[in-house]
Nanobody, 118 residues
């Protein structure tokens, strides 16, 4: 079992920045893909960004050039730097972890609220 503990988030004005951090509990999860999803009420949870153990990244189109995902394989953490925030970035953000080969093994953090005001 992998436990994911998120920190960061909160409120920011449009154009501002926030940083999310997530720590994974188990040492073997260093090999796992890590990432962030977000969800707004009434909508499906959507991918924001993911990063593999080797550092390969993938971003949803709406955050490209504004958000940066990074990971520390020693500390077993993943961060999401969010710049040039928009009001439509307002959502609950969830940390995510997936086994590199047994992709059915997925884990989620408890979620952290990000609110962007105009």
């Amino acid at each position: 079992q992998v436990q994911l503990v998120e920190s960061g988030g909160g409120s920011a004005q449009a154009g501002g920045s926030l940083r999310l951090s997530c720590a994974a509990s188990r040492s073997t999860s260093r090999l796992y893909t890590l990432g962030w999803y977000r969800q707004v009420p009434g909508k499906q949870r959507e991918l924001v960004a993911i990063i593999t153990y080797r550092g390969r990244t993938n971003y949803t189109e709406s955050v490209k050039g504004r958000f940066t995902i990074s990971r520390d394989n020693v500390k077993n953490t993943v961060d999401l730097q969010m710049d040039s925030l928009k009001t439509e970035d307002t959502a609950v953000y969830f940390c995510y972890s997936q086994h590199p080969t047994r992709t059915i093994l997925e884990y989620w953090g408890q979620g952290t609220q990000v609110t962007v005001t105009s």
